[in-house]
């Protein structure tokens, strides 16, 4: 598997999480990595805000 895949695999992780469309048992599987693992956490938190920013920046009545 190349960086590239690995990359957009943990990308596609994130968003199912995020997005609650993770099976209940993958999601704890999924919590404790992020409890355990430092830099994928710090990855997640990223990903988090930057989902945020773009909901904020977008959200309806919202002057640009």
Known sequence: ???EEINEQEQDR??????GALPEAEA???D?????????KER??????SV???AVRW?????R
């Open 1 to 3: 598997m190349t960086e």
């Open 14 to 19: 994130f968003e199912a999480r995020f997005f």
């Open 28 to 30: 704890v599987a999924f």
């Open 32 to 40: 404790a990595d992020l409890s355990q693992d430092a830099a994928m």
């Open 44 to 49: 997640y938190e990223l990903f988090v805000l």
């Open 52 to 54: 945020r920013g773009c």
């Open 59 to 63: 959200a309806p009545g919202r002057r």
